[in-house]
Structure formats: structure tokens, C-alpha cells
């Protein structure tokens, strides 16, 4: 069994798929690190369609709530942790650096139209990351 | 003190120099354009982007954020430019900054909450069509080489980015084609023919015009406009920097620094403008957290028009053009259409009222007041909604009111309530309801007195503590009505 997994999660279906996947191969023991990566360019969507009240932090926490719910509700031990950057580099680069032994992510994220013109989160990492990766569909 | 101004100028020097002159680069061809769009030289807009670059740096309220010549200003003064000429565009600009200045001290940042996020994605969206469209005349129907111009263009700025990051692709569009033109010539516009280019540093003079009521009534609306358009723009960019650092700034001291940086590029020559979201957005992804990154972005910007001047004039229009293109893709805010789907009624139509007023009327600050007007129309209607129960009780009759009561529920409220003789007292229960102004406080004067006029005992109760305060103060009832 896998000691700690990282998985990359941007709160979309994809990527709540990809967390209900981790719990095929993994026990109480294995420590998971919710990454979530907070793009510069998100944040004009953020602004123009953030609900009325609460913090910016407390709104990135709701994104990724149902994926702590969900490792809340089997006692799995997790962290979870925002980082600001582009998100394939600072996924490839927590993999990287980190004592991970596999990076879970979802097949595409939020943003279909970038991902169209810049090329899938997913794909990049899997081509740069040096250790297992699964993607989730 | 002098720990924050330290924090805000020399924290990771190195990162916000590179940052800046990512952004200098990238802030070149878009001086040039909104210049044409305003129908100016490019000077006026290079020079405007410079000097507010250097000056917000130092008096603007959110670190990192960039400011300069902008479309949404640019779109603004085409009438003032082609009518009375740029003279008056420079006086409008020193005006634009007294009235910033003004809003600043009177703190009208804390206003800007009062814009729902609808009015903001109307703007977003009115803005990114009135680029394009600026753009039509420079694409369509000029040549062959115009289309392959643009459509090379398009395909560098949203190619290249796939492979190399660290250069902003406009910049590599704008030289590799601009190369092509000026070693193999084509029938294309550039900008030399709409206006030069001058190798020097911009310097202080009095815009050249009669200082009377006749001038000031010429560019006061304007001045309000482009006040009103530049605050409205750059607090939004303040609020998205503040999401992708994680860091909050002043809103006030940003609205004081705009008005000051406006004030000052006026009288050397420049166009008004404010900060701009999509050159943030790229500082803060190049690494830029201080005022350091805007101040290299602006000397950097006015070195290289200093020492390339002589290859600015030759690049060609449908570069420019391609490029406004992106910017105007990058503007739009393309959750509209789900938000069109999913928001409430009310807000994608505030939403869609606030684009079609500026598209009529060319002007982003008109179509921000009217879908903030529509707006709160919308929330009063939404919230003056009182409910009034009606239930028959052995020793009373009573009346039990819900909501929000204030000037524009009271018509609702009263024609929810038959007036006739009940026999029994009638108790009017607030226990759910608020009395927020002096025509909630008449209309329950007016409630008691219709029903004592048909022969009924009418008592007041269960006010919470705000309204009893209001009708105590206001109320002609006086305590026997009052339980």
C-alpha cells in the first residue's frame, strides 16, 4: 500500500472522481495531500462570479469541501494545501520534490476552453512527472 | 512604516524587475493600439502608460497591480478626439485625476460593493466587443496581406505560449512579423501612417485650451466618464489581484493614486487611464508581488520606445489588430453564457441591459449606472414583498405582517388588508416584520386610522426595538395604541 498520494484537485467532477478512486488503493495508513493550484488567471473568474459573502479562502476550502467530506467520512488522514502558480508546473514540481509515491488527478478540470489552447493539466503531468500518475476519467 | 515600504518595494527584488519587463514588453503594442482606437499619436498612449506605470508605483493602493493607457478610456474619448482634437483630451485627463483625486478623499472605494457582480461581467463583456469592434476597420476589407497578418498573428499568440512562456507572444508576434515586413514589404498599413513616434521623454506643458465655461462644459463629461469607468475598472483589477496573492490592499489609497497618476499624465501629454486586469494578471504570473514590478514595467516601456522608436513606426496595423483581437477574447468573460443559464432571472438581465447600453451608447460608465440602477430596482422589488396574515381569535382579530417594510412594500402591504368593521379588537403583530423609514412608520398611522374610521379597537404590537425607536420618533399614535 502507497505511504502518501498527492492528489491534484481543482474541485471540479473530475477531480472528486479522481479522490473516490484513491480510496481503491489506499488504508488509513496512507496520508493523502490535497494540492490545489490557484492560477492567476482564475482569479478574474473568481471575482466576477464569487457568491455574495464569505472570505476568498473560506470559498477555495468549499471548492474542495466534498473531497474532504469524503476522506472526513473514512478516516483517511489528509492535508490539504493552496499553492499560486501554473498548474501543471506546480503539480509536476510537488510530485517531484515531495516523498510521494503516486499523483492522482482527474482527466480535464474546470476550464475547457484553455485547456483547448493550452493543453490538458492532466497531459503534461503525466509526460514530467517522475513518479506513478493515474488519471481519472 | 518603513517596514511596509520596504516589504511593498524590495521583497524579491529580482523576480519583480523580471516581472516587469515581461509586462513592459507586453504593454507596448497595446499602448500603440488603444492610441489608435482613440485616435491619437502613440505617443499619447505610450507616454500615458509610462507615466501612470512609474506613478501608481509609487501612490496607487495595491502593490503588483499594473495601470497605463487602456482600452476602456481609449473607447471613451473617440468623440472628444475627432470633435475638438487632443489638446482637449489632455485637459479632459487632468480633470479625469481632480475627480479621482475628489472620489479618493471621499472614499468612494467603499461604493464599489454596491456593484453586483452582474453590472462587472457587462462590463467585462461591453468592453471586450467594443474592442473587437474597434478592430473591424483595420482587419476587413483592406487587403490580402492584412488577413495573413492577422491570421499569423493569431496563430503565434495562441501557438507559441503551448512551448515557450517566459516571452509574452504578442511581443514575439509583433517582431517576427514586423522583421517580415521590413525586409520583404507589403501592402499593409502600419502604424507610421496614423501618427509618429518621438525618441524623448515626455515633458510638462499646459494643454493648449481656452480656460473658460465653454471648455469646461466640453470635456466635464467626459472627465466624470472616464472617472467614474477608470475607478470602476481599476477596483475591479485591485480585487482580482487581491485573489491571486492572497493579500488585501487599499481601495481608497488606489482611487487617491489613480486620480494623482491622471493628474500628472495630463500635463505631459499622455491619455487618461487605469490598471488593467489582463497586464496584472500576467505581472503576477511572471512572479511580481511589489510596486517595484509596475515601476520597471513603465522605465522599461519608455526605454525601449526610446531606443527602437525608429521600428515602432513600421510595424504593421494588422499586427496591432491581431493582438487587440486576443486582448478582446482574454476581456470576455466566457462564464457568461453558463451564468446566463444558471443566475437568477433578474441578474442575467442586468447582466445583458448593462452590455446593450454601452454598445448604444459607446460609453462603459453610462451602462455601469444604469445596470446598478436596474439592479437595485430588482433587490427593492425583491425584498418590499409583506406578507400579511389574517387570523380570527376568540377575544381578537389578528393582523400578522412579514418582511421588510419601507416606502416601496407599503402599496403591497395596505391591499393585502380589508378595511370593514370586525367587531372584535384588532391586533396588529410586527413580531415579523421591520419598519425601516418614515413611510412604514405612516402607513401603520395610516392602517390604524382606516380601520378606527370603520368603529374598530386597533393596538400596535410586538415592534422589535429599531421600529419602536422610529414610530416613537416619527409615529402620531401615541403610547395607548403601543403594547
Known amino acids: 500500500m502507497y505511504k502518501a498520494i498527492l492528489l491534484a484537485a481543482d474541485g471540479s467532477d473530475n477531480s472528486f472522481r479522481a479522490a473516490e478512486e484513491t480510496l481503491n488503493f489506499i488504508t488509513e495508513e496512507t496520508e493523502v495531500t490535497i494540492l490545489n493550484v490557484i492560477n492567476a488567471e482564475d482569479s478574474k473568474d473568481d471575482v466576477l462570479h464569487s457568491g455574495p459573502a464569505g472570505s476568498i479562502m473560506d470559498k477555495r476550502k468549499e471548492k474542495l469541501s466534498k473531497i474532504i467530506d469524503l476522506y472526513e467520512t473514512n478516516h483517511i488522514p489528509y492535508q490539504v494545501h493552496f499553492e499560486h502558480g501554473t498548474p501543471n508546473e506546480t503539480v509536476v514540481n510537488f510530485a517531484n520534490n515531495g516523498l510521494y509515491q503516486a499523483v492522482v488527478l482527474g482527466t480535464r478540470g474546470l476550464n475547457g476552453l484553455q485547456e483547448m489552447v493550452l493543453g490538458s493539466v492532466s497531459h503534461k503531468v503525466a509526460k514530467r512527472a517522475e513518479i506513478p500518475v493515474m488519471i481519472v476519467k | ?483
Open chain 2, 1 to 483: 512604516m518603513i517596514e511596509k515600504i520596504k516589504r511593498e518595494w524590495l521583497t524579491a527584488p529580482g523576480a519583480n524587475i523580471m516581472a516587469g519587463i515581461v509586462v513592459a514588453l507586453a504593454l507596448i503594442p497595446e499602448a500603440i493600439a488603444f492610441s489608435i482606437i482613440a485616435g491619437v499619436d502613440p505617443m499619447v498612449g505610450l507616454y500615458a502608460s509610462f507615466l501612470i506605470a512609474v506613478i501608481i508605483s509609487i501612490v496607487g493602493g495595491r502593490p503588483a497591480m499594473i495601470s497605463g493607457a487602456t482600452g476602456a478610456i481609449a473607447l471613451l474619448v473617440v468623440p472628444l478626439v475627432s470633435e475638438h482634437g487632443v489638446e482637449y483630451l489632455l485637459a479632459a485627463t487632468i480633470l479625469m485625476g481632480i475627480i479621482q483625486i475628489i472620489f479618493g478623499v471621499l472614499k468612494v472605494g467603499k461604493l464599489m460593493k454596491f456593484i453586483p457582480n452582474s453590472v462587472m461581467i457587462g462590463f467585462v463583456n461591453a468592453l471586450a466587443i467594443m474592442i473587437f469592434m474597434a478592430q473591424v476597420e483595420h482587419i476587413f476589407g483592406i487587403s490580402i496581406d492584412t488577413y495573413v497578418y492577422v491570421i499569423v498573428t493569431l496563430l503565434i499568440v495562441y501557438g507559441i505560449p503551448r512551448f515557450l512562456k517566459k516571452i509574452p507572444a504578442p511581443l514575439i508576434a509583433l517582431v517576427v512579423l514586423t522583421g517580415v515586413y521590413i525586409i520583404f514589404g507589403s501592402n499593409v498599413g502600419t502604424v507610421g501612417d496614423l501618427g509618429n513616434i518621438e525618441r524623448s521623454l515626455p515633458s510638462f506643458f499646459i494643454p493648449d485650451v481656452p480656460f473658460n465655461m465653454e471648455t469646461l462644459q466640453i470635456i466635464l463629461p467626459y472627465s466624470l466618464s472616464m472617472a467614474v469607468v477608470g475607478l470602476v475598472e481599476s477596483l475591479l483589477t485591485a480585487k482580482i489581484v487581491d485573489n491571486a496573492t492572497d493579500t488585501y490592499s487599499s481601495k481608497n489609497r488606489e482611487s487617491r493614486g489613480q486620480g494623482i497618476a491622471n493628474l500628472v499624465t495630463g500635463f505631459f501629454g499622455g491619455m487618461g487611464g487605469c490598471a488593467m486586469i489582463g497586464q496584472s494578471v500576467i505581472n503576477v504570473k511572471s512572479g511580481a508581488t511589489t510596486r517595484l514590478s509596475s515601476l520597471t514595467a513603465g522605465v522599461v516601456l519608455m526605454f525601449l520606445i526610446i531606443v527602437l522608436g525608429n521600428w515602432v513606426v513600421q510595424i504593421p496595423m494588422p499586427i496591432l489588430a491581431g493582438i487587440m483581437v486576443m486582448v478582446s477574447i482574454g476581456t470576455f468573460d466566457w462564464g457568461s453564457f453558463r451564468y446566463m443559464a444558471k443566475a437568477p432571472r433578474t441578474d442575467a438581465f442586468v447582466m445583458l441591459i448593462t452590455v446593450i447600453i454601452v454598445l448604444f451608447t459607446h460609453n462603459l460608465a453610462i451602462g455601469v449606472i444604469v445596470g446598478v440602477l436596474f439592479s437595485a430596482i430588482f433587490f427593492a422589488t425583491k425584498i418590499s414583498k409583506v406578507d400579511v396574515h389574517f387570523e380570527a381569535l376568540e377575544d381578537r382579530n389578528v393582523l400578522r405582517f412579514e418582511g421588510q417594510i419601507f416606502f416601496a412594500s407599503i402599496d403591497t402591504m395596505i391591499d393585502q388588508i380589508v378595511f370593514k368593521r370586525y367587531g372584535k379588537a384588532i391586533q396588529l403583530d410586527f413580531s415579523q416584520a421591520h419598519l425601516w423609514d418614515d413611510s412604514a412608520v405612516d402607513a401603520i398611522d395610516t392602517i390604524v386610522r382606516k380601520f378606527e374610521e370603520k368603529g374598530n379597537t386597533v393596538y400596535v404590537s410586538q415592534l422589535n426595538a429599531d421600529s419602536r425607536k422610529i414610530v416613537k420618533e416619527l409615529s402620531q399614535l401615541n403610547e395607548q395604541y403601543l403594547t
